[in-house]
């Protein structure tokens, strides 16, 4: 029997599953990373979660037929290099040296959002398109572009980054070093800063210093949702922003791509999809040139946790993609 890995490597937490050739699961584990983000804590919490996710699936590493890792970075695919995570620090990170060195069997390293896009278009949401484009939300924002079944990567393989798309010209700073990004606006680490801005300097209040004591570091989708649930107006007015621009960016994406299904997902709509997709599809109809969003679908993701890891375990069992394994 082949067995296959996929781990998923977020800004706050490491997810590993192991499948069958079927695309079955049969182990899962989640753990978080820790305020440590330096490169040799996280890969041996990566390493961790691999063994724990085996262990659950009753197989030992030497039954373990390939391997992929999802990054929250654009891969430089031939040197095997991440080369920019900005919500990990890291930059120009010779990861597959790293990989084999340690376990020795066909590995694959691909961007996180990429690999969660190409699960929904085969698995889920994005069953029956031939044209994809994928935005998840969470402590980023990360875009993934699938056509045809292949991921669009780019000349410089950061086709898809659409949570660095500029969306407000001298806009907040984001992570990535750039001005006014969707992500810096949008995403968890946007809507902190807004709502930082918005008790220091407007003197409002946060149920969040009660339900997330520490939400000015880091803040969890479910703080952020209990907080709405009790009429937090500080937390629904950077969420309604964030819905706001990320509707900008799918009319955007819908101009520049023409693209059949705009597909949604991530921790924050998973938690708050209710919320956040009618926002998102108003603001997107809104803003597409020339009524061009007419017959182009918003769909929430349907995968949940499993997308991002699940779509690099099943990227890795595919025969056409073997080429792209480092062995």
Known sequence: MEYYAGIDLGGTKIYTVVINPDGQILGRTKIKIGEDRGFDVVFGKMMECYQMACTEAGIADAQMTAIGL???????????????????????????????QKLNKPLFVGN???????????????????????????????????VDGQVVRGVNYTAGEAGHIIIKMGGPQCNCGLQGCLEAIA????????????????RKKTLLDQIAPNWRQTVGSSALSKALKKNDKVVKKALKRSAKAIGVAAANLITATGVEAIIIGGGVIEEMGDFFMPRIEKSMRANTFDNGSVGVELRQAALGDDAVALGTAWYVRMPENQYLLYT
């Open 70 to 100: 999802a990054v929250p970075s654009p891969v430089d695919l031939e040197r095997g290099v991440i080369k920019h995570a900005p919500n990990l620090g890291w930059k120009e990170i010779e990861i597959r040296s790293v990989l084999q």
């Open 112 to 146: 996180d959002v990429n690999m969660g896009v190409f699960d929904e278009y085969h698995l889920g949401a994005g069953k029956g398109f031939s044209r994809v484009y994928g935005l998840f939300i969470g402590t980023g924002i990360g875009g993934g572009y699938v």
């Open 187 to 202: 995403a968890k680490a946007g809507m902190i800063k807004y709502m930082i801005e918005q008790v220091d300097k407007k």
